[in-house]
Structures are given as structure tokens and as C-alpha cells.
């Protein structure tokens, strides 16, 4: 089976230091992968290289096969390449409704018309109430992008991920910065992007509990290289993952 995603090679350089250092890794459909490490083992950055975020030094990023290495991040969105990624921030003050619509509508095809009239697109205010109804936020679907607590807009933007439908959803530490009772709610979401078996989704996160029991893969970057790719099991147990990475987890976990 052909990757969904692929990097070869992926290399950026920042001065005289190399934040990521010839990644290559391929990621198929149906799986999801958590990437982990150290802080500053180049996981954003990596995350940030395959989004378009960053330009990279050298290597390539293929999407279904095609180099999507000098498209900008909002082709390579168009081209089903999903981010959370301060999504919030395009319409912040439009409503929490009204974000998801425009989403759903841009999905459509409709491009992001903000003069349409709605109820010409009752279709698409019915899939963006379904997609608040999933994260929890219909009670919130008047209220402005910009007036959600931290946690609430954390779910807006898997909200407005789950709108466009990617082949890859890339998460980037979703729980950060939510309250205990909220996480769940993100898990459980993620879980059941993972149960329907078409998407391709790539997960960074520091809580190792979360990775245990989500992931199908983990790769392991230290200062910018890939350092282990494998099953969780076979991986946490290698001792150059335990010496980069497990004394650090330990360290944070007890902070």
C-alpha cells in the first residue's frame, strides 16, 4: 500500500544549527503515529515542515505520491494536509458557528463567502452543527471565536479540522492547556477519527499515557534526527529511547 504521506530526506537548517535532519518517514492510511522526543528534538518543527509553516533546507514532502514540497500551507490544506494550528485566529470575530460553517463550506467548494446567504446553505449550517455537536461546543455556536477559554478553542480547531476533512489530520499536543474534564472530550474525538481506518493522522504529544494507548506507531526525534520508528512497545523499550527520552518524560511528568 502507497504512503498517504511521505517525507524523504526533510532537512531544515536555522544559522549553524540543524533543527531537522534528514527525516524520512512514510505514513499510511488508517494509522496514527505519534511523534515524541525531548523538548527541542525538532518536533514541531518537523510538524511545521510537512504543514508548509517552514520552507524547508532541503528534502521533500509528497502527498499521495505528488511533491507538495513548494506549495504554501494553504494549497497544501486544499490538497487535504489538516493542521490544528491557531485555526481560531482567521475569523475571530465571527461566531463559533460561524467558523465551522465557513469550513464546511470551503470543503464544499463554496470558497469563504462571508455575504452568502444562509439560508440558501442550510446543508452546510447543518454539517457545522453536527461537527459543534461532536466536540461539545453547540451551546457555544453564538458566541465569538475570540471570547472562548483556551480549552474551548482548542476544540474549535479540531472543530474546524473535522469541518474540511483531510486524508491527514496532523494534532500538535491537543490536550495542552485544557482541564482535566475537557481532555476527554479531544481523545475521544481522535479516537474515533482512528476508528473509521481512511484517515492518516500524525499526533505530537508529551503525555506518554495518551501515546500508549492511541497510537499504532511512534517515532522517536533527538536533536532533529530520527532516532527509533516502530510499534509503541518495541519502542519505548529500546535503551537509547529510554536514555534520550524516558529520563525527561519523568522529569516533566513529576513538574
Not at 470543503?107 to 452543527?129: I, T
Not at 453536527?130 to 480549552?151: I, N, T
Request: a negative charge.
Amino acid at each position: 500500500m502507497n504512503p498517504v504521506l511521505e517525507t524523504r530526506d526533510l532537512t531544515i537548517r536555522f544559522g549553524g544549527h540543524v533543527a531537522v535532519d534528514r527525516v524520512s518517514c512514510a505514513f499510511h492510511a488508517g494509522t496514527l503515529t505519534a511523534i515524541v522526543g525531548p523538548n527541542g528534538a525538532g518536533k514541531t518543527t518537523y510538524f511545521n515542515l510537512i504543514s508548509g509553516q517552514l520552507k524547508a533546507t532541503s528534502g521533500s514532502v509528497l502527498l499521495e505520491g505528488e511533491d507538495i514540497t513548494a506549495l504554501p500551507a494553504p494549497l497544501r490544506t486544499r490538497r487535504g494536509l489538516g493542521r490544528a494550528f491557531q485555526l481560531t485566529q482567521l475569523f475571530p470575530n465571527l461566531s463559533v458557528l460561524e467558523n465551522v460553517r465557513l469550513a464546511v463550506q470551503a470543503r464544499h467548494g463554496g470558497g469563504l463567502q462571508l455575504l452568502s446567504v444562509w439560508l440558501d446553505h442550510k446543508h452546510l449550517l447543518d454539517e457545522a452543527q453536527a461537527v459543534l455537536e461532536a466536540v461539545r461546543l453547540a451551546d457555544k455556536a453564538d458566541a465569538p471565536a475570540s471570547a472562548l477559554p483556551h480549552g474551548d478553542q482548542r476544540k474549535l480547531e479540531v472543530a474546524l479540522m473535522m469541518a474540511l476533512d483531510p486524508k491527514v489530520y496532523m494534532f500538535d499536543e491537543p490536550t495542552a492547556g485544557m482541564s482535566v474534564d475537557e481532555v476527554p472530550v479531544v481523545l475521544d474525538l481522535i479516537r474515533a477519527l482512528k476508528q473509521r481506518r481512511d484517515k492518516t493522522i500524525l499526533l505530537v504529544e508529551h503525555k506518554m499515557d495518551v501515546v500508549r494507548e492511541l497510537a499504532d506507531r511512534i517515532i522517536v526525534l533527538h536533536n532533529g534526527q530520527l532516532l527509533a520508528d516502530g510499534e509503541p512497545a518495541q519502542v519505548m523499550a529500546l535503551p537509547v529511547v529510554q536514555s534520550a527520552y524516558m529520563g525527561t518524560v519523568a522529569v516533566e511528568e513529576g513538574a
